[in-house]
Antibody, heavy 120, light 106 residues
Framework: EVQLLESGGGLGQPGGSLRLSCAAS????????MTWVRQAPGKGLEWVSG????????YYADSVKGRFTISRDSSKNTLYLQLNGLRADDTAVYYC?????????????WGQGTLVTVSS | DIVLTQSPATLSLSPGERATLSCRAS??????LAWYQQKPGQAPRLLIF???NRVTGIPARFSGSGSGTDFTLTISTLEPEDFAVYYC?????????FGQGTKVEI
């Protein structure tokens, strides 16, 4: 059974940093691209960042480019998202998701999410 | 980036009725469009990929159609558990975008 378990959310200061983790199990982690998606309170879904299976290529939404860094550790089956330069509009539930091998690369499994709140 | 526009924003229906949700892309996405369902307090769930392929385990009352720029998600007969928010999604050049969502409410 595929499981994705996020952690690391919490209260962050404006301009501060947080590191999110996503522990994966139930599939060959290094064979799949992974991604982060966020959802601000009461709002829709926003893709944040993606990384290919090898970790050799990463991709970011314009809203987080230069501030967030995605990475993965295949020895630990864990995906990360380093959030730097936090802003109030980064407040959201952050989901990690597995990218399916299908046209358009949809997200076939999702974690339960971790809440990041940016406030002084 | 490709913009996805969903309509209507809210669909008010009763159990047993048919729901038709629309998603329009600002440029062609071929058939690379997915649909997700999200219930309050839960993560999204993938329903349909490649515009019309239903994920294993998704009931047959859910169907997707379309190609290019115009797509439709149809729920043939609404069950009580189908009242939720539905999002369409596409990927282009390793950037994904979601529509703003359609809320199907009783």
């Amino acid at each position: 059974e595929v499981q994705l378990l996020e952690s690391g959310g919490g209260l962050g200061q404006p301009g501060g940093s947080l590191r999110l983790s996503c522990a994966a199990s139930g599939f060959a982690f290094s064979n799949y691209a992974m991604t982060w998606v966020r959802q601000a309170p009461g709002k829709g879904l926003e893709w944040v960042s993606g990384i290919i299976g090898s970790g050799g290529s990463t991709y970011y939404a314009d809203s987080v480019k230069g501030r967030f860094t995605i990475s993965r550790d295949s020895s630990k089956n864990t995906l990360y998202l380093q959030l730097n330069g936090l802003r109030a509009d980064d407040t959201a539930v952050y989901y990690c998701a597995k990218v399916a091998v299908a046209g358009g690369d949809p997200f076939d499994y999702w974690g339960q999410g971790t809440l990041v709140t940016v406030s002084s | 980036d490709i913009v996805l526009t969903q309509s209507p924003a809210t669909l008010s229906l009763s159990p047993g009725e048919r729901a038709t949700l629309s998603c329009r892309a600002s440029q062609s996405v071929s058939n690379y469009l997915a649909w997700y369902q999200q219930k309050p307090g839960q993560a999204p769930r993938l329903l349909i990929f490649e515009a019309s392929n239903r994920v294993t385990g998704i009931p047959a009352r859910f169907s997707g159609s379309g190609s290019g720029t115009d797509f439709t998600l149809t729920i043939s007969t609404l069950e009580p558990e189908d009242f939720a928010v539905y999002y369409c999604q596409q990927r282009s050049n390793w950037r994904w975008t979601f529509g703003q969502g359609t809320k199907v409410e009783i």
